[in-house]
């Protein structure tokens, strides 16, 4: 069980983020919060952050942490100033955040593939915003 506070220290996720997803290709994130008990967030195609293609949100319910994204879910099993690890409700995988620094944040993934553990860990930097 956790509490709001707990809750609160997913704040090292805002913020706006690019990353290079397994194929190579540059993909752009932004994590906010829209309220005491929810973040969210949303992935973009261009640095500009215009228009994007998909998201997820992380809700806060009854002591819960949920996060959400398509049909998969997963419930927080560890919370910490730097870091969160989800296990999989309804997924294959279970992930992991980490905060490196201020500028720097770290997703791994880990799933089983015949036996086989698997992993891919992403490193994400900040985007900084122009003027």
Do not use: C
Not at 73 to 83: D, Q
Not at 84 to 111: G, H, K, S
């Amino acid at each position: 069980m956790f509490s709001l506070d707990d809750f609160g220290k997913l704040q090292f996720l805002e913020g706006r983020w690019q990353g290079q997803s397994s194929d190579g290709k540059a993909f752009y994130e932004q994590y906010d919060r829209p309220d005491q008990r929810t973040f969210r967030s949303r992935r973009f195609s261009d640095a500009g952050f215009t228009e994007h293609s998909d998201g997820s949100t992380i809700s806060f319910l009854d002591g819960e942490v949920l996060s959400s994204w398509g049909e998969f879910t997963w419930r927080a099993s560890e919370i910490g100033a730097a870091h969160a690890t989800f296990a999989p409700v309804q997924a294959p995988t279970q992930f992991t955040w980490r905060r490196i620094d201020d500028n720097t944040l770290e997703a791994r993934q880990r799933w089983s593939t015949d036996g086989n553990e698997q992993q891919l860990t992403i490193r994400m930097t900040k985007v900084i915003p122009i003027g």
